[in-house]
């Protein structure tokens, strides 16, 4: 069916018939979703807008994968704070030429990730559009009052940590973009591209810790998310660049292609993985897997050991 034809109250409910309000919560339908207050707990909100043509290609990227990611990248400044996800509002501005397949397999997409952290839509906005699709995604989540972990927190001594693979993300576009052929290596990182997992209960078990100092979650590449701790917490960083973590996949990859996997683990965005400073003593004790990847120091600048260039990471302008 035509997305005229359905109309946006059709289109609401069909949306609103995917998703349920939990118990207590007054969700799609309203002017506005109604939320009880928890004693002792903070609410954490974020935003992320994703505009077709400078976030993503909509020939290239199938419906359910954007839909997946659209969750994905908001639940991750939740899991970056050290947060538990409560809930999502997604605002659409659809072309004319979107169906209504489209949207089925975009919330499909939005629920199926939304599902496993338990975060389900409670409202938003739907709008045509002249121009590009633009969908605007803002997530609610909580933490223990005072709890949430901030970019300000990082201290001199510090170890600075990643979570997981870095470059598997920059990589797969990669392969999008230059019209690589689909080897399995490849098929994985354009999956990794996708299709980012965000890491919701490490950045909650990394909080429990108080250890744990400064975290987010990697968006824009290292050499460009570091930087925001550095400058918050007004401290500097040595990087021990042969400690970087990357998959076989990626290191494949970059070999064949005659690419510097390094610098794309450096300046590749859109992993999702989490990067934390903790405290050296408490660092062997924390039970989420981590690499070692460098060092807080005093003053403001930013080392790469191991390699003669400087990195600059992602800019949006
Ligand atoms: P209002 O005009 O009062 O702002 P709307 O007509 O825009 O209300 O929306 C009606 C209901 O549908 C609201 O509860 C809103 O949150 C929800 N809604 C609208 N668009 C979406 C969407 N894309 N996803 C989820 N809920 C939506
Ligand atoms: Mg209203």
Same mark, same amino acid.
């Given at each position: 069916?035509?997305?005229?034809?359905?109309?946006?109250?059709?289109?609401?409910?069909?949306?609103?018939?995917?998703?349920?309000?939990?118990?207590?919560?007054?969700?799609?339908?309203?002017?506005?979703?109604?939320?009880?207050?928890?004693?002792?707990?903070?609410?954490?909100?974020?935003?992320?807008?994703?505009?077709?043509?400078?976030?993503?290609?909509?020939?290239?990227?199938?419906?359910?994968?954007?839909?997946?990611?659209?969750?994905?990248?908001?639940?991750?400044?939740?899991?970056?704070? &050290?947060?538990?996800?409560? &809930?999502?509002?997604?605002?659409?501005?659809?072309?004319?030429?979107?169906?209504?397949?489209?949207?089925?397999?975009?919330?499909?997409?939005?629920?199926?990730?939304?599902?496993?952290?338990?975060?389900?839509?409670?409202?938003?906005?739907?709008?045509?559009?002249?121009?590009?699709?633009?969908?605007?995604?803002?997530?609610?989540?909580?933490?223990?009052?005072?709890?949430?972990?901030?970019?300000?927190?990082?201290?001199?001594?510090?170890?600075?940590?990643?979570?997981?693979?870095?470059?598997?993300?920059?990589?797969?576009?990669?392969?999008?973009? &230059? &019209?690589?052929?689909?080897?399995?290596?490849?098929?994985?990182?354009?999956?990794?591209?996708?299709?980012?997992?965000?890491?919701?209960?490490?950045?909650?078990?990394?909080?429990?810790?108080?250890?744990?100092?400064?975290?987010?979650?990697?968006?824009?590449?290292?050499?460009?998310?570091?930087?925001?701790?550095?400058?918050?917490?007004?401290?500097?960083?040595?990087?021990?660049?042969?400690?970087?973590?990357?998959?076989?996949?990626?290191?494949?990859?970059?070999?064949?292609?005659?690419?510097?996997?390094?610098?794309?683990?450096?300046?590749?965005?859109?992993?999702?993985?989490?990067?934390?400073?903790?405290?050296?003593?408490?660092?062997?004790?924390?039970?989420?897997?981590?690499?070692?990847?460098?060092?807080?120091?005093?003053?403001?600048?930013?080392?790469?050991?191991?390699?003669?260039?400087?990195?600059?990471?992602?800019?949006?302008?």
């Amino acid at each position: 069916m035509d997305l005229k034809q359905l109309g946006e109250f059709g289109l609401i409910g069909r949306i609103s018939e995917s998703f349920r309000a939990p118990d207590g919560v007054h969700g799609i339908g309203d002017d506005c979703a109604v939320l009880p207050q928890k004693t002792g707990m903070d609410t954490l909100v974020s935003t992320d807008m994703l505009v077709e043509g400078t976030h993503f290609l909509l020939d290239d990227i199938p419906a359910y994968r954007l839909g997946w990611k659209s969750a994905a990248v908001n639940i991750s400044d939740i899991a970056a704070m &050290g947060g538990a996800p409560v &809930g999502s509002f997604l605002a659409f501005a659809l072309p004319s030429g979107i169906s209504c397949g489209w949207v089925d397999e975009f919330i499909r997409g939005y629920k199926e990730l939304s599902d496993r952290f338990g975060c389900p839509l409670l409202g938003g906005d739907t709008t045509s559009s002249e121009g590009q699709l633009c969908i605007c995604v803002t997530v609610l989540g909580q933490s223990e009052s005072g709890k949430a972990r901030m970019r300000n927190m990082a201290e001199p001594g510090d170890l600075i940590c990643v979570t997981g693979p870095l470059g598997d993300s920059a990589a797969g576009l990669k392969v999008i973009l &230059g &019209g690589k052929a689909r080897t399995a290596d490849a098929d994985f990182l354009v999956e990794r591209h996708y299709c980012p997992m965000p890491k919701v209960n490490e950045g909650r078990r990394l909080a429990e810790c108080a250890g744990v100092h400064a975290m987010m979650d990697i968006s824009d590449g290292i050499a460009s998310d570091l930087r925001h701790i550095l400058d918050a917490s007004v401290v500097g960083a040595e990087v021990d660049v042969s400690q970087l973590p990357m998959s076989p996949e990626m290191r494949r990859f970059c070999a064949s292609e005659g690419l510097d996997a390094t610098a794309l683990a450096v300046e590749g965005g859109e992993d999702y993985e989490l990067l934390f400073t903790v405290g050296a003593d408490a660092e062997a004790s924390l039970d989420v897997p981590h690499t070692v990847i460098g060092r807080i120091v005093e003053g403001g600048s930013l080392e790469w050991k191991g390699v003669q260039r400087d990195f600059i990471g992602y800019r949006h302008f």
